[in-house]
């Protein structure tokens, strides 16, 4: 396998596991909302709710991160694309510097 392929490979499962934490997360809150309308455990009902609202932020919270490690591994593949970095990254004088580099 090339490095590229296993970029690739590397894209695909995160790309998974991104869609499936973000499910399962959503999932739960949904049954939670449920829960609490419905309240089909009688005056219980609430604290079940509040335990699943809860523990529904585990999943989307470990969502959330991998959306960021998988926007970095996107982004690094861009610049290995290009070779280089795009116009107005940080650091460079020109268009995207909103640095002090302004004159008055």
Same mark, same amino acid.
């Given at each position: ?8 490979? $590397?894209?695909?499962?995160?790309? %998974?596991?991104?869609?499936? %934490? ?8 949904? %049954?939670?909302? $449920?829960?609490?309308?419905? !309240? ?13 609202? $809860? ?7 470990? $969502? ?10 996107? %982004?690094?593949?861009? @610049?290995?694309?290009?070779?280089? !970095? ?5 650091? @460079? !004088? ?8 302004? !004159?008055?």
């Amino acid at each position: 396998m090339t490095g590229e392929d296993e970029r690739e490979d $590397a894209l695909a499962s995160m790309k %998974l596991r991104y869609r499936r %934490l973000m499910s399962a997360g959503l999932v739960m809150l949904l %049954l939670a909302f $449920a829960i609490v309308i419905l !309240k089909p455990f009688g005056v219980y009902s609430l604290w079940v709710a509040l335990l699943l609202f $809860a523990s529904s932020m585990l999943p989307l919270e470990l $969502a959330r991160r991998s959306a960021r490690t998988l926007a970095l591994l996107m %982004l690094r593949n861009e @610049e290995s694309v290009y070779g280089r !970095k795009r116009d107005g990254a940080r650091g @460079e !004088k020109g268009v995207g510097n909103r640095g002090g580099n302004r !004159k008055a």
